[in-house]
């Protein structure tokens, strides 16, 4: 999954601009988290259309095949237009979005749960 989802950062940068991406691993209440954020790039759905339609091929593929049954997955994003959400990609319930404050790029959030004793 991680390395589909740096392979759709690196797709959506066809021209000489590189991607700018941060990759953060944390934990915190009884969860374990990798996130990855591309600085610049942004969304190319709006929040409703990405709510309406969430999964398209890439996603269907990467959720059926490599995260379901794994970890959830988060999209925190800017959507252009003064639109910054978090969607809930895949966490068992239903897709609902988020509204943020200004968020810069687009980031795929993984969240695992800790096993206990490890």
Same mark, same amino acid.
Do not use: M
């Given at each position: 999954?991680?390395?589909? +989802?740096?392979? +759709?950062?690196?797709?959506?940068?066809?021209?000489?601009?590189?991607?700018?991406?941060?990759?953060?691993? *944390?934990?915190?209440?009884?969860?374990? *988290?990798?996130?990855?954020?591309?600085?610049?790039?942004? *969304?190319?759905?709006?929040?409703?259309?990405?709510?309406?339609?969430?999964?398209?091929?890439? *996603?269907?593929?990467?959720?059926?095949?490599?995260?379901?049954? +794994?970890?959830?997955?988060?999209?925190?994003?800017?959507?252009?237009?003064?639109?910054?959400?978090?969607?809930? +990609?895949?966490?068992?319930?239903?897709?609902?979005?988020?509204?943020?404050?200004?968020?810069?790029?687009?980031?795929?959030?993984?969240?695992?749960?800790?096993?206990?004793?490890?």
């Amino acid at each position: 999954a991680y390395n589909r +989802l740096l392979q +759709l950062i690196i797709e959506q940068h066809q021209g000489d601009e590189k991607p700018k991406v941060k990759l953060r691993f *944390y934990e915190e209440n009884q969860r374990v *988290y990798l996130c990855i954020h591309h600085f610049n790039g942004q *969304y190319n759905k709006t929040v409703q259309n990405c709510i309406e339609r969430p999964y398209g091929q890439t *996603y269907t593929n990467l959720i059926n095949k490599q995260i379901n049954g +794994l970890c959830n997955l988060y999209l925190k994003a800017d959507f252009g237009n003064d639109e910054f959400a978090l969607i809930n +990609l895949w966490d068992g319930k239903k897709v609902k979005a988020h509204k943020r404050e200004r968020f810069t790029g687009v980031e795929h959030i993984l969240e695992f749960p800790k096993i206990k004793g490890s």
